[in-house]
T-cell receptor, first 114, second 115 residues
């Protein structure tokens, strides 16, 4: 059972427009959420995160929104650039029964068209 | 810093053979993670170590998989015997501490193909 879901396997956006990537989770014990970006033949790299006590975190062109009641988070990229083309992974984390849990989604491939 | 180092980058083997993947974490990081990436399941956490001690191996799919961390600068993931369904990209990651709020730093991955 996938506890973290990214239901859109791919997304295409025109350069300069907004990219919105979505992520849903099922376990209410998750209290920290992260987005990673992955280029081909490389490992994922950390992009931005948000704690469950917040509903928004912004870093330059990247903003993450968290809706706890809906168990939903989204990553907004404005404006989108061709260099943003990559696979984006959402991750949810928590410490449960003394063990650290870090669950990734299946990823969304973003293509920004010039 | 060189980042997390993984070897080999690519491995092609035949079913039934033993496969050993290697990882060198970032110096000073206390936690090390092994992941497997597949199209269907995304990035799955297989096992993680804290201060060289395995903490949670609940993600290891079968007894054919084993992982060790003999010291702070080296870890291995072994598959014996390997099967075609083990074909995937295996990532190693490290972080300063194993905690829900800590970002992880990933290596470039090892692409394993089992024929």
């Amino acid at each position: 059972d996938q506890q973290v879901k990214q239901n859109s396997p791919s997304l295409s956006v025109q350069e300069g427009r907004i990219s919105i990537l979505n992520c849903d989770y099922t376990n209410s014990m998750f209290d920290y959420f992260l987005w990673y970006k992955k280029y081909p033949a490389e490992g994922p790299t950390f992009l931005i995160s948000i704690s469950s006590i917040k509903d928004k975190n912004e870093d330059g062109r990247f903003t993450v929104f968290l809706n706890k009641s809906a168990k939903h988070l989204s990553l907004h990229i404005v404006p989108s650039q061709p260099g943003d083309s990559a696979v984006y992974f959402c991750a949810a984390s928590a410490t449960i029964a003394g063990t650290y849990k870090y669950i990734f989604g299946t990823g969304t491939r973003l293509k920004v068209l010039a | 810093d060189a980042g997390v180092i993984q070897s080999p980058r690519h491995e092609v083997t035949e079913m039934g053979q033993e496969v050993t993947l290697r990882c060198k974490p970032i110096s000073g990081h206390n936690s090390l993670f092994w992941y497997r990436q597949t199209m269907m399941r995304g990035l799955e956490l297989l096992i993680y170590f804290n201060n060289n001690v395995p903490i949670d191996d609940s993600g290891m799919p079968e007894d054919r998989f084993s992982a060790k961390m003999p010291n702070a600068s080296f870890s291995t993931l072994k598959i014996q015997p390997s099967e075609p369904r083990d074909s995937a990209v295996y990532f190693c990651a490290s972080s300063f501490q194993a905690g829900a709020y800590n970002e992880q730093f990933f290596g470039p991955g090892t692409r394993l193909t089992v024929l």
